[in-house]
């Protein structure tokens, strides 16, 4: 059985990077024939794609009653993916942005991290007897995701321009749209595919919830992610690459969470507390890093700074794992 899980998980890795390339590509020729810009088709049609799997394991965990996998698997794949997708893609190529990427959209996905932690935390702010997102809680998050879809329609109205040093194969319309649909139906598939057999082998080693959602769950949902980005890297589609990522993290707490805590509201671990600080303190560093020496510029060595941040984060969180124990 074990055998089995390992070899699915392998196959779910083989379509995650194939589904990428796919996304990637007729994501890119719809930006340059539409006149889109990188950044938004990565920002939208990229996001919503890469963060499906989110959506499916946290809204499936929550129904269940596996409140600290629904939150650790948001929670954690944030993490993943400032720290440790970045950190990746940046020593691939080094990731230069445009300016609305460090003035807005990095600030927005800093609003989420701050949004949902007084969402969740009734007892610590409110003295309430227990936390959760509530569905109202939900409705206000989906509310800034509004305004947040909103804005991104004014960037795409307004942008034109186009990374010079992309090189971006021009495929025709069907083309496109068929590349960009097969990349996000093998994205989710093998997405889901990683994530079961993931679960399998974590709990047969006996793993805790949250620690699953936080690493494996997190992990394994934004594999995605991971791929998209670092082959958009590879291409040196920056935009892409960044935009992805951004986006995801702001989708993932004002949609995915919005729309499960209205399906079925979730409760709060306030241990979850400190995952929630590391993602706002990580959304700050690359601020500052994007401010720092080559502006709105994420630089080889700033990057390894990011994942060497994500290595020590995971080491620390498996051994209050053990230490638990």
Same mark, same amino acid.
């Given at each position: 059985?074990?055998?089995?899980?390992?070899?699915?998980?392998?196959?779910?890795?083989?379509?995650?990077? $194939?589904?990428?390339?796919?996304?990637?590509?007729?994501?890119? *020729?719809?930006?340059?024939?539409?006149?889109?810009?990188?950044?938004?088709?990565?920002?939208?049609?990229?996001?919503?794609?890469?963060?499906?799997?989110?959506?499916?394991?946290?809204? =499936?965990?929550?129904?269940?009653?596996?409140?600290?996998?629904?939150?650790? &698997?948001?929670?954690?794949?944030?993490? =993943?993916?400032?720290?440790?997708?970045?950190?990746?893609?940046?020593?691939? %190529?080094?990731?230069?942005?445009?300016?609305?990427?460090?003035?807005?959209?990095?600030?927005? *996905?800093?609003?989420?991290? /701050?949004?949902?932690?007084?969402?969740?935390?009734?007892?610590?702010?409110?003295?309430? /007897? +227990? &936390?959760?997102?509530?569905? @109202?809680?939900?409705?206000?998050?989906?509310?800034?995701?509004?305004?947040?879809?909103?804005?991104?329609?004014? !960037?795409?109205? $307004?942008?034109?321009?186009?990374?010079?040093?992309? !090189? #971006? $194969?021009?495929? *025709?319309?069907?083309?496109?749209?068929?590349?960009?649909?097969?990349?996000?139906?093998?994205?989710?598939?093998?997405? $889901?595919?990683?994530?079961?057999?993931?679960?399998?082998?974590?709990?047969?080693?006996?793993? +805790?919830?949250?620690?699953?959602?936080? @690493?494996?769950?997190?992990?394994?949902? +934004?594999?995605?992610?991971?791929?998209?980005?670092?082959?958009? /890297?590879?291409?040196? &589609? @920056?935009?892409?690459?960044?935009?992805?990522?951004?986006?995801?993290?702001?989708?993932?707490?004002?949609?995915?969470?919005? #729309?499960?805590?209205?399906? *079925?509201?979730?409760? %709060?671990? !306030? /241990?979850?507390?400190?995952?929630? &600080?590391?993602?706002?303190?990580?959304?700050?560093?690359?601020?500052?890093?994007? =401010?720092?020496?080559?502006?709105?510029?994420?630089?080889?060595?700033?990057?390894?700074?990011?994942?060497?941040?994500?290595?020590? %984060? !995971?080491?620390?969180?498996?051994?209050?794992?053990?230490?638990?124990?």
């Amino acid at each position: 059985m074990l055998l089995l899980a390992a070899g699915l998980l392998l196959i779910g890795f083989a379509i995650l990077i $194939k589904g990428a390339d796919f996304l990637v590509n007729g994501a890119s *020729s719809m930006a340059k024939k539409f006149g889109i810009s990188n950044i938004a088709i990565g920002l939208t049609v990229v996001s919503f794609g890469t963060s499906a799997p989110e959506l499916i394991v946290s809204l =499936f965990s929550a129904i269940n009653g596996n409140s600290d996998a629904s939150f650790g &698997n948001v929670i954690g794949s944030n993490n =993943f993916n400032l720290l440790g997708i970045l950190g990746l893609a940046g020593l691939i %190529y080094p990731l230069v942005v445009q300016r609305n990427t460090v003035k807005y959209e990095v600030p927005i *996905s800093l609003l989420a991290a /701050a949004v949902l932690f007084l969402l969740v935390n009734d007892s610590l702010l409110f003295g309430s /007897a +227990s &936390n959760q997102l509530s569905r @109202t809680d939900s409705l206000i998050l989906l509310v800034f995701f509004g305004f947040f879809m909103a804005y991104i329609y004014r !960037t795409m109205k $307004k942008a034109s321009d186009y990374s010079e040093e992309a !090189t #971006i $194969k021009l495929y *025709s319309t069907p083309v496109s749209i068929g590349l960009s649909v097969l990349g996000l139906v093998m994205l989710v598939g093998g997405g $889901k595919l990683v994530v079961d057999n993931a679960v399998k082998l974590a709990e047969h080693f006996g793993l +805790s919830q949250k620690l699953i959602g936080l @690493t494996i769950l997190a992990i394994g949902t +934004s594999l995605p992610e991971l791929a998209t980005s670092a082959v958009a /890297a590879y291409r040196k &589609n @920056t935009d892409i690459a960044i935009g992805n990522v951004v986006g995801s993290n702001i989708f993932n707490i004002f949609f995915i969470l919005g #729309i499960t805590g209205i399906i *079925s509201p979730i409760g %709060y671990n !306030t /241990a979850m507390n400190f995952d929630l &600080n590391v993602l706002g303190v990580a959304t700050v560093v690359l601020m500052i890093f994007m =401010f720092t020496l080559n502006t709105r510029k994420l630089d080889r060595w700033e990057a390894l700074l990011l994942l060497l941040g994500y290595i020590m %984060y !995971t080491v620390f969180l498996i051994g209050m794992e053990e230490g638990l124990a």
